[in-house]
């Protein structure tokens, strides 16, 4: 069964942390690197970070610092942390894949993330 599952979201004031989670099925997470990608209203969606199955990471710019992403290999989940929140970090937060979606044109529902200034 393809399932990913994000959770965690919430509304947040500036500043704020929340940590999102996201349980893939395997035929999503084994052997791939796992991706956090976000949508804010009237944009496209943007990579967020990504972690490789022995843990090296990348963030994007805007983020470093901030974020934190992990994976827990034994439950087939991924984790972001966010520390700092700020307004523009306002979105609904997606897992994946990296660089793109195992299963074509899958993704899950998401989780919404709100920052209010």
Known sequence: Q?????SGGGLVQAGGSLRLSCAASG???SGNAMGWYRQAPGKQ???VAYVFGGGSTWYRESVKG??????DNAKNTVYLQMNS????DTAVYYCNSYPYPAVRNYWG???QVTVSS
Not at 2 to 6: F, I, P, S, Y
């Open 2 to 6: 393809v399932q990913l599952v994000e």
């Open 27 to 29: 035929s999503i997470f």
């Open 45 to 47: 969606r943007e990579l």
């Open 66 to 71: 901030r974020f934190t992403i992990s994976r």
């Open 85 to 88: 929140l700020k307004p523009e």
């Open 109 to 111: 529902q998401g989780t």
